[in-house]
T-cell receptor, first 112, second 109 residues
Framework: NAGVTQTPKFQVLKTGQSMTLQCAQD?????MSWYRQDPGMGLRLIHY???????DQGEVPNGYNVSRSTTEDFPLRLLSAAPSQTSVYFC???????????FGQGTRLTVV | EDQVTQSPEALRLQEGESSSLNCSYT??????LFWYRQDPGKGPEFLFT???AGEEKEKERLKATLTKKESFLHITAPKPEDSATYLC??????????FGTGTSLTVIP
């Protein structure tokens, strides 16, 4: 059982480049979300989805886009990377009414 | 403003030395308080959920408690493998989650 899979694990981007962070889960979870983790800031919610075709903004959504065309996948797009987006990104999933969220291993992104 | 504060930032314990981690919160519409464990280079791993004041949950050497303003994670007779960062999070109305910055626990053999 793979759980929550994030790719890539590491990425370096130049300012202004765009890219997509991939997240896939095989547990048929309705709820998926993206967080960024920065030193001294804790995990902050970027975007989340309660099901296919439904997405909503979290605490820090600016500069990021998401879509949810299938239950399994929830990609995060950086439209024009900025150094302030250097962070570790985590994807998480859960059943809609379950308190237990499963996190991926994270993507460490550096924007230079 | 919704806020979650964890203390201490870091804690070093001798093996077998019990202690507690604190998570204080000021949120409206609390729909649950969560504790996670995070090992270096890994994603957080779910430990507990607490929903109402007075509730307690236990798992091995860990026990989580909740009051109206804070939660404690009690660690009894810790072992080196308990070394990790422990994160507290609250879920508020509208599917918003707020995490604290964590307590880094080191247990020395």
């Amino acid at each position: 059982n793979a759980g929550v899979t994030q790719t890539p694990k590491f990425q370096v981007l130049k300012t202004g480049q765009s890219m997509t962070l991939q997240c896939a889960q095989d547990m048929n979870h309705e709820y998926m979300s993206w967080y960024r983790q920065d030193p001294g800031m804790g995990l902050r919610l970027i975007h989340y989805s309660v099901g296919a075709g439904i997405t909503d903004q979290g605490e820090v959504p600016n500069g990021y886009n998401v879509s949810r065309s299938t239950t399994e996948d929830f990609p995060l797009r950086l439209l024009s990377a900025a150094p302030s987006q250097t962070s570790v990104y985590f994807c998480a999933s859960s059943y809609r009414n379950s308190p237990e969220a499963f996190f991926g291993q994270g993507t460490r992104l550096t924007v230079v | 403003e919704d806020q979650v504060t964890q203390s201490p930032e870091a804690l070093r314990l001798q093996e077998g030395e019990s202690s507690s981690l604190n998570c204080s919160y000021t949120v409206s519409g609390l729909r649950g308080l969560f504790w996670y464990r995070q090992d270096p280079g890994k994603g957080p791993e779910f430990l507990f959920t607490l929903y109402s004041a007075g509730e307690e949950k236990e798992k091995e050497r860990l026990k989580a408690t909740l009051t109206k303003k804070e939660s404690f994670l009690h660690i009894t007779a810790p072992k080196p493998e308990d070394s990790a960062t422990y994160l507290c999070a609250v879920r508020v109305t509208g599917n918003q989650f707020y995490f604290g910055t964590g307590t880094s626990l080191t247990v020395i053999p």
